[in-house]
């Protein structure tokens, strides 16, 4: 299968790295936002074509399907760009940031047929793995998932502390990680919200540091602590609480409670939750099936955000 990548930032390198270990998938053009950046790097990864204008990529016969890696705001149009050039799509998280946005999006993933699904790399982590195969089968009840997503970012940089052009958000894209989670692991959306957050940044005009509760129909609780003032290591951990043991998660890793790692080498074909996404993504579309993390079964974590939004208004 041959796709595109849009995007030339650290998420499109890491999509690289994970096709590069994926038989049968080739990315023969790169659509990129800046020339030099994206120019170097499809020379540095041998892709053939490269490209500014996302139609001229979409518009080559050989491309069957898009990777969306590219900033927040561009998500839902682009996406919505591809379906309509009858092309099958992954993009980043989020989908959109706004609800209208993502219900936008599945409708039309629903015309046309076509996979369209979002990287919710929590479902895709071996550890969040491992712990929603045994929630499921009745073997952990989660009481309460306890999250911190720490990040130092005063200034407008991204993940390599590059200076961008449009700006991150606490709630629409970090904590859309988190409440897509708990939601998938608990098996429904939220029965009650609340979020609070702090002083808004004087140029950046977005909220620092923020609070988000969630509490499942099941009774399970989530507590979110989210903040680019953290002067520290950034990332984020999960610490799920459960009947049966604690458990800590952070990327690709777990351990119990007791900081002892937990074997998760079998049987997965990888132990990178991205390249697990995009391994589902490609067996959706040879499947012909819906994937995990499929727009519509996305789109309920965006009601969700939606509704701690208005509870901050």
Known sequence: MKICLAGEGAFANKHLDAIARIPDIEV??????????????????????????????????????????????????????????????????????????????????????????????????????????????????????????????????????????????????????????????VGAPAAQVYALQGPLHPQLGIAMDMAVGLKAPCGAICNLSLSFNNDGPFGTTFRYICDGGTYVARYDDLHDGYGEPVDLSAPSVSTDGIELCDREFAAAIAAGREPNASVAQALPAMETLDRLQRALA
């Open 28 to 185: 023969t053009t790169l659509a990129g936002g800046a020339a030099a950046a994206t120019e170097t790097l499809a020379q540095a990864r041998g892709i053939p074509h490269w490209t500014l204008d996302l139609d001229e990529a979409l518009a080559r016969p050989d491309v069957a399907a898009v990777i969306l890696a590219t900033p927040t705001p561009l998500h839902a149009q682009q996406a919505l760009q591809v379906l309509r050039a009858g092309k099958h799509v992954l993009v980043e998280i989020p989908m959109a940031d706004n609800l209208a946005d993502a219900r936008a999006l599945v409708d039309m993933q629903r015309q046309t047929g076509l996979v369209a699904m979002v990287n919710h790399t929590r479902r895709f982590n071996p550890g969040h793995q491992w712990l929603h195969r045994r929630i499921q089968a009745g073997e952990l009840t989660l009481q309460q998932l306890d999250v911190q997503t720490f990040f130092f970012r005063r200034t407008n940089t991204n993940a390599l502390g590059q200076p961008r052009d449009w700006t991150d958000h606490l709630l629409w894209h970090h904590a859309c990680h988190t409440v897509d989670l708990f939601q998938y692991q």
